[in-house]
């Protein structure tokens, strides 16, 4: 992955992780009327770009794509919700009326066959009695007769009028959108390893000790706020339920300052007492220093691969150690 790559973003890392742990099995969209193409699951994590995030991440060998359909998006608002109407490809008049045409061959008047009956299919133009359907008259087909104009046609132009903006387009002008689920290559093994974190084997020797371990926990504070944990740990007799006796947070990059201010805002909130920050490739000096002042537990590896054997022997000790306590 270079610098430019889209994975250097926190929120992406986190829905690929999400995915990786099986979370999130594979991200489908919804047609909104208002919105457009939505991927609710995907938005929760990336909020905004998520469509052209998506795409970049399957450029990048991370996702399989898979087409499940097509829609028409409004150019203007991307909205889906339109009225239909019909134009005359001669003169732009929105004037047409619809139904089945006569065409009389004596005289080549062409018209709805509705005028003709109107008129006892006496012929308005040469005043001729139509006679014999294929002698001397024929009926095309349903065709559409302009007033304005008097053009008929059996293709006039068709205009979308979004009912979201008022945007009047033509089917060409409106947007094409491929309707696509994505889903994650596991076979992408060393990309998915510079990214993401293999969380099964901490969770293994963890139950070992009798602990039970969650990914992806969430957890409202006190002040009424929802935290979200990488870990979540309790020993096997409490399940998963009522707060965490341990939690791990892991951060895909250097970490400064400001994340351990926020973990420790967490576990304050939670009320939390043992916390582990690990990171992929490092804590900062000064972060370090700050996790020790708030008694942060520091794990740190240049590769996941390390980081998770490190990290499992972390909470292994802060295990054993709870339970002579």
């Known amino acids: 992955m270079d610098e430019e790559s889209i994975t250097?973003?926190?929120?992406?890392?986190?829905?690929?992780?999400?995915?990786?742990?099986?979370?999130?099995?594979?991200?489908?969209?919804?047609?909104?009327?208002?919105?457009?193409?939505?991927?609710?699951?995907?938005?929760?994590?990336l909020k905004e770009n998520v469509q052209s995030t998506l795409d970049a991440i399957h450029r990048e060998g991370l996702f399989l794509k898979e087409q499940k359909g097509n829609v028409t998006a409004c150019k203007k608002c991307g909205g889906t919700s339109f009225m239909i109407m019909y134009r005359c490809p001669n003169c732009n008049s929105l004037s047409l009326r619809k139904g089945l045409v006569i065409q009389h061959l004596t005289c080549g008047y062409t018209e709805l066959e509705s005028v003709f009956a109107e008129n006892n299919y006496i012929c308005p133009k040469c005043k001729k009695r139509l006679r014999a359907l294929g002698v001397d008259y024929v009926k095309p087909g349903i065709q559409y007769v302009c007033n304005e104009c008097g053009n008929i046609t059996q293709s006039p132009t068709i205009l979308l009028q979004c009912w979201i903006c008022g945007e009047l387009q033509t089917i060409e002008e409106a947007n094409y959108v491929e309707i696509n689920k994505y889903r994650l290559d596991h076979t992408k093994r060393d990309l998915l390893a510079k990214v993401t974190f293999n969380l099964a084997p901490i969770v293994q020797r963890v139950s070992a000790l009798g602990w039970v371990a969650k990914k992806g926990y969430k957890l409202r504070g006190?002040?009424?706020?929802?935290?979200?944990?990488?870990?979540?740990?309790?020993?096997?007799?409490?399940?998963?339920?009522?707060?965490?006796?341990?939690?791990?947070?892991?951060?895909?990059?250097?970490?400064?300052?400001?994340?351990?201010?926020?973990?420790?805002?967490?576990?304050?909130?939670?009320?939390?007492?043992?916390?582990?920050?690990?990171?992929?490739?490092?804590?900062?000096?000064?972060?370090?220093?700050?996790?020790?002042?708030?008694?942060?537990?520091?794990?740190?590896?240049?590769?996941?691969?390390?980081?998770?054997?490190?990290?499992?022997?972390?909470?292994?000790?802060?295990?054993?150690?709870?339970?002579?306590?």
Not at 11 to 34: C, H, Y
């Open 8 to 45: 250097n973003k926190q929120e992406v890392r986190s829905l690929l992780q999400k995915m990786r742990d099986g979370a999130i099995k594979e991200l489908s969209p919804t047609v909104d009327p208002k919105q457009g193409l939505i991927y609710p699951e995907a938005e929760a994590e």
């Open 222 to 325: 006190k002040s009424g706020v929802e935290h979200t944990f990488t870990l979540a740990l309790w020993p096997y007799e409490y399940g998963s339920k009522g707060t965490p006796d341990v939690v791990v947070e892991i951060h895909l990059g250097v970490v400064e300052e400001v994340q351990v201010l926020s973990l420790y805002a967490k576990a304050i909130d939670t009320e939390i007492r043992n916390v582990i920050l690990a990171a992929v490739p490092a804590v900062s000096d000064k972060a370090k220093a700050l996790a020790k002042y708030y008694k942060i537990n520091i794990v740190e590896a240049e590769d996941t691969e390390v980081l998770i054997e490190k990290l499992a022997l972390a909470i292994e000790d802060i295990i054993k150690k709870l339970l002579v306590s």
